[in-house]
């Protein structure tokens, strides 16, 4: 679930499916609409369009862009140690080497294509949409979205994970609970103060975070023995090992619901996703490499938190307390990156017409979609107390289901609307694009066959959830109960100004 950008100020009945049978039933008003819409668009692709508000608005750049992707997906290794725990290090070297290239780079590439085609917060919503109608669209919306806030809600888990093992109170009971709520309510204001300062905040931290990670990995070269990286564990936990390995892995798309906050989208976009890309495996293999070499340890050390373990090891206790600070450090960048993704998912579906408009409500302040934040963060709160893995589990799962539809949106675009505007662009054919995705996509229905039964059900009715909001929204609508967005989309106009080109 992720979100889009595109503040139309217009407001009144219909949704992204309304437009279409209103045209069908007037036809002198689909010309207008068209006019309406291109005019949005030309405002997006050119700034001096933009209303006063909006101009003042600081645009991310390719730096800032390249570090939030970073923290959507990685944010560094922590958490990545359940996978030595599950198969061993042999095996987790070659996940972490193999596993980027088949399924990293594909969804990349993906969202370097559609953001630049589409450049509207909202992303994968306005995707699926486009491809398939306002019912898949809104119920992308919900798949993302919750798989999103509950991916938050691991985060502030995982930090108090690190923290309890300095501060051994917060391990249980009050302190635990009250670490978590303040954890929440501290970086919900962060957020609030704007992406720029968000995304600049993540250089920072990444830099912060990773840093003790290179200074273990350069003091563990000597002590690497390379026999010691083909270990294989006993008894493997297939389960835990995969749903690490995509846990630590996805989420490449998420930056995508901000397109529209972003400087020079077209340009921008395809380079900072390929940068991450690079950045992210040498994160996680660097250190992996480094200390499964170095310690002759057994499987059942490698739990949450090892990686800290092991720098007191090879360096001494400064470094491990570098590390548990850098885990709260890469927590933050990782909740403040997720919370922006979901805060601009929701201002996305309200100016695409699926939710009412004040969930496009911004900050007069700092611009920023108050409304979006104030909601992603309180559902991030409420799960916060599951587990560490029932809450990978919860968010693999919904994720998995709307990035099928999201491949699937991918492929049909390109048959569906051959001559939209890709600035970007995958150079191969609807037959290539479909074996790229192959991989990609068995390995979802593997991830999902995973899941216990548990997270199955509370899957499925959270898919339920959205089914419902997605009519009771239209009831809203057509009985104008609550103001809803006219639903302008990106990208259509350039289409159509295209085909027309053609036919002249």
Same mark, same amino acid.
């Given at each position: 679930m992720t979100a889009h950008h595109q503040s139309p100020k217009q407001t009144g009945g219909g949704g992204g499916g309304g437009i279409e049978a209103e045209a069908a039933a007037k036809p002198a008003m689909e010309c207008n609409s068209s006019s309406r819409s291109s005019s949005l668009h030309d405002a997006i692709l050119d700034p001096k369009l933009l209303p006063a508000a909006a101009k003042g608005a600081k645009k991310l750049t390719l730096v800032p862009l390249m570090f939030l992707i970073y923290f959507e997906v990685s944010g560094g290794p922590y958490g990545s140690e359940p996978a030595v725990r599950a198969a061993g290090p !042999?095996?987790?070297?070659?996940?972490?080497? #193999?596993?980027? =290239? &088949?399924?990293s780079v594909p969804e990349a590439l993906l969202t370097a294509e559609l953001s630049t085609a589409l450049p509207g917060n909202g992303g994968f &919503? /306005?995707?699926a949409d486009r491809a398939f109608?306002?019912?898949?669209? *809104?119920? @992308? $919306?919900?798949?993302?979205?919750? *798989?999103? #806030?509950? %991916?938050?809600?691991?985060?502030? /888990?995982l930090c108090a994970d690190y923290l309890s093992r300095v501060l051994p109170r917060l391990a249980s009971g009050w302190p635990r609970t009250l670490a978590v709520v303040l954890a929440n309510? #501290?970086?919900?204001? /962060? %957020?609030? @103060? $704007?992406?720029?300062? #968000?995304?600049y905040a993540s250089v920072a931290l990444c830099a912060a975070s990773?840093?003790?990670?290179?200074i273990m990995s350069g003091a563990a070269a000597p002590r690497i023995r390379p026999r010691r990286w083909g270990r294989v564990a006993k008894e493997k936990d297939w389960s835990g090992f995969f749903n690490c390995l995509f846990w630590n892995l996805n989420f490449w798309d998420n930056a995508s619901t901000m397109a529209g906050e972003v400087e020079k989208p077209q340009r921008t976009f395809p380079r900072a996703l390929m940068g991450s890309v690079l950045m992210t495996v040498a994160a996680y293999l660097a250190p992996l490499l480094a200390v499964t070499g170095a310690l002759d340890v057994g499987e059942g050390a490698w739990v949450d938190g090892f990686y800290a373990d092991a720098a007191g090891m090879i360096t001494g206790k400064w470094l491990k307390y570098w590390i548990e600070v850098g885990a709260v450090l890469s927590a933050i960048g990782l909740y403040e990156a997720q !919370?922006?993704?979901?805060?601009?998912? !929701?201002?996305? @579906?309200?100016?695409?017409? =699926?939710?009412?408009?004040? =969930?496009? *409500?911004?900050?007069?302040?700092f611009d920023t979609p108050w409304v979006g934040i104030l909601t992603s963060s309180l559902i991030t709160l409420a799960i916060s107390f599951m587990s560490f893995s029932d809450i990978i589990a919860s968010a693999n799962f919904l994720y998995s289901l709307g990035m099928l539809l999201e491949i699937a949106s991918f492929v049909w675009l390109r048959k569906?609307?051959?001559? !939209?505007?890709?600035p970007y662009k995958v150079q191969l054919g609807t037959a290539g694009l479909a074996c790229m995705c192959i991989v990609p996509s068995a390995f979802l229905i593997f991830v999902m066959t995973l899941a216990t039964w548990k997270v199955a059900v509370i899957s499925l009715g959270m898919t339920a959830f959205g089914v419902g909001l997605y009519f009771v929204m239209n009831v809203c609508r057509s009985r104008g109960c609550l103001k809803f967005s006219k639903g302008e989309r990106v990208g +259509? +106009?350039?289409e159509e100004r295209h085909d027309t080109s053609d036919h002249a």
């Open positions: !042999l095996l987790s070297i070659v996940g972490f080497l #193999v596993f980027p =290239f &088949v399924w &919503v /306005v995707w109608g306002p019912f898949f669209g *809104s119920l @992308m $919306g919900t798949w993302k979205l919750l *798989s999103g #806030v509950i %991916n938050s809600a691991a985060f502030p /888990v309510l #501290v970086l919900s204001l /962060v %957020n609030y @103060m $704007g992406l720029t300062i #968000v995304g990773l840093l003790p990670f290179l !919370l922006s993704s979901s805060a601009f998912q !929701l201002l996305g @579906m309200a100016d695409l017409g =699926f939710l009412p408009h004040f =969930f496009a *409500s911004r900050s007069e302040w569906k609307h051959p001559t !939209l505007k890709r +259509e +106009e350039e």
